[in-house]
């Protein structure tokens, strides 16, 4: 299982963009790379995903080098309400094989006014 | 937007006690999972399910513990004989089978279901 390695927390600023990095070394050559967010008590949601180069959404933008070793997460323009816990997990290609999705103990964001 | 429904949102049973936890998955998808989270701490990865069986499942979930999708819309998780330590939020997801290109562990996860076993 490839093993992710995220910082613990992270504060910002409204208004600030905010970049999370998040290391995979063993990731395999099928994998693909999930970030989720969590808010206390809730289930985690779904973000973004990626499996090269950048993927971007209404939310987020995901970048990925062509390692593939690390990725970043970044957030333009936070607010007080992208307070949350952030995780990402690398796994689960479609093709099939085993897949256990694992949580790390993800990235507490905390945005200041 | 479709929605993975849990309930209920919070139970309460004594040690010993047998629970089930109700969970109505997306309706189109067909992977199912059940997770739980101690307070303070990370996301756990109980059990998968796909095609009525069990797909991987981890050391936590032992003998005690069991899956079920008794119809067609609903994936229960049973506690046989609940222990203090089972006191935790109980996250149920689901996801669609994987197209070409698509990893399958885009997952959608229900509110949850707090149980505390006193």
């Known amino acids: 299982l490839a093993k992710t390695t995220q910082p613990i927390s992270m504060d910002s600023y409204e208004g600030q963009e905010v970049n999370i990095t998040c290391s995979h070394n063993?990731?395999?050559?099928?994998?693909?790379i999930t970030w989720y967010q969590q808010f206390p008590s809730q289930g985690p949601r779904f973000i973004i995903q990626g499996y090269k180069t950048k993927v971007t959404n209404e939310v987020a933008s995901l970048f990925i080098p062509a390692d593939r070793k690390s990725s970043t997460l970044s957030l333009p323009r936070v607010s007080l309400s992208d307070t949350a816990v952030y995780y990402c997990?690398?796994?689960?290609?479609?093709?099939?094989?085993?897949?256990?999705?694992?949580f790390g103990r993800g990235t507490s964001l905390i945005v200041h006014p | 937007e479709p929605e993975v429904t849990q309930t209920p949102s919070h139970q309460v049973t004594q040690m010993g006690q047998e629970v089930i936890l109700r969970c109505v998955p997306i309706?189109?998808?067909?992977?199912f999972y059940w997770y739980r989270q101690i307070l303070g701490q990370k996301v756990e990865f109980l059990v998968s399910f796909y095609n009525n069986e069990i797909s991987e499942k981890s050391e936590i979930f032992d003998d005690q513990f069991s899956v079920e999708r008794p119809d067609g819309s609903n994936f229960t998780l049973k506690i046989r004989s609940t222990k203090l330590e089972d006191s935790a939020m109980y996250f149920c997801?689901?996801?669609?089978?994987?197209?070409?290109?698509?990893?399958?562990?885009?997952?959608?996860f229900g509110a949850g279901t707090r149980l505390s076993v006193l």
């Open positions: 309706s189109n998808h067909l992977y």
């Open positions: 997801a689901s996801s669609r089978i994987g197209e070409l290109g698509e990893a399958k562990n885009i997952q959608y």
């Open positions: 063993n990731i395999a050559t099928n994998d693909y």
């Open positions: 997990l690398v796994g689960g290609h479609a093709s099939g094989g085993s897949y256990i999705p694992t």
